[in-house]
C-alpha cells in the first residue's frame, strides 16, 4: 500500500507540555512532591533569615546612636604624678578594667598601684621593700 492511502497514520510527535481534559497538565511532567522534611527546613531559613537581616539593622542603630555610651579618646586619659626617683616597670588591665602599674623605687623597692576604670580612683595595693631578714614578713 502507498504512504498516501487511507491506513497511513500521520507523523504525529510527542507534546512536551501536555494538557489533561480539565486544562490541568498531566502528572507525567509535575516536579517531584516535596519532602515532609522540607516544609520546617524552609521555614527555619526564612526566621533565620529575618533575624539576620533585624541583628544587622539593630547593630548598625546600635552603632548611630552608640547605645554602649563608650567614652570618646579624650575621656580616657589619666594623667599620673608619681615620685622623683621612681620608674614605670610595666603595666596590666585587670578584669573589672582597671589599670595596675608597677613602679620601681631605685632601691629594690617595688609598688603596685590601681587606676579604677573610671579613673576616679588610684590606691596602692602592694609595696614590696627589700630587708636583710631571711623571710617574708607582711606589716
Not at 481534559?21 to 533565620?48: C, Q, R, T, Y
Request: hydrophobic letters at 40%; aromatic letters at 6%.
Amino acid at each position: 500500500m502507498h504512504p498516501s492511502g487511507s491506513n497511513h497514520q500521520p507523523n504525529q510527535q510527542a507534546n512536551p507540555n501536555p494538557v489533561a481534559e480539565n486544562g490541568n497538565h498531566s502528572d507525567a511532567f509535575s516536579p517531584l512532591p516535596e519532602p515532609a522534611w522540607l516544609k520546617p527546613v524552609k521555614m527555619a531559613v526564612v526566621i533565620m533569615s529575618v533575624l539576620i537581616v533585624v541583628g544587622i539593622g539593630l547593630l548598625f542603630y546600635g552603632l548611630a546612636v552608640n547605645i554602649g555610651n563608650l567614652p570618646s579618646a579624650s575621656d580616657q586619659t589619666a594623667v599620673i604624678h608619681y615620685p622623683k626617683g621612681q620608674s614605670l616597670l610595666g603595666s596590666s588591665m585587670a578584669e573589672d578594667g582597671a589599670v595596675i602599674l608597677s613602679f620601681d623605687d631605685g632601691n629594690g623597692g617595688i609598688s603596685l598601684i590601681r587606676v579604677s576604670s573610671d579613673r576616679q580612683d588610684m590606691n596602692v595595693i602592694l609595696r614590696l621593700t627589700p630587708t636583710h631578714q631571711p623571710q617574708f614578713r607582711l606589716e
